[in-house]
């Protein structure tokens, strides 16, 4: 019912920039919070940015300054900024969305599927 379909992902240099997308699709009504999340070899997923649906942000502290998440209504789309990119912030990213879908039925858990962003030199 609801697909979400991250890009962006890659390697870069530590220091470098990269901006990931996701678009989310589906039988949906409105997109209310969505959010990216990332998850280390070994550790557990957590939260880096999210964004509700009138535009305000939380932040991770660990990314706090060095990425921007935004979102694109019209697009269905949300996008994370990441600059200055140090190698802990090493990991598969996630999107998450929370949508009401057009039978009024409020879906929270939804997943994209995920990309890798590596920093290395």
């Known amino acids: 019912q609801v697909q979400l379909v991250e890009s962006g992902g890659g390697l870069v240099q530590p220091g470098g920039s990269l901006r990931l997308s996701c678009a989310v699709s589906?039988?949906?009504?409105?997109?209310?919070?969505m959010g990216w999340y990332r998850q280390a070899p070994g550790k557990q997923r957590e939260l880096v940015a999210a964004?509700?649906?009138?535009?305000?942000?939380n932040y991770a502290n660990s990314v706090k300054g060095r990425f921007t998440i935004s979102r694109d209504n019209a697009k269905s789309t949300v996008y994370l900024q990441m600059n200055t990119l140090k190698p802990e912030d090493t990991a598969v990213y996630y999107c998450?969305?929370?949508?009401?879908?057009?039978?009024?039925?409020?879906?929270?858990?939804?997943w994209g599927q995920g990309t890798q962003v590596t920093v290395s030199s």
């Open positions: 589906g039988s949906i009504f409105s997109i209310n919070a």
């Open positions: 964004i509700t649906s009138g535009g305000s942000t």
């Open positions: 998450n969305a929370a949508v009401i879908l057009n039978s009024g039925r409020y879906l929270y858990d939804n």
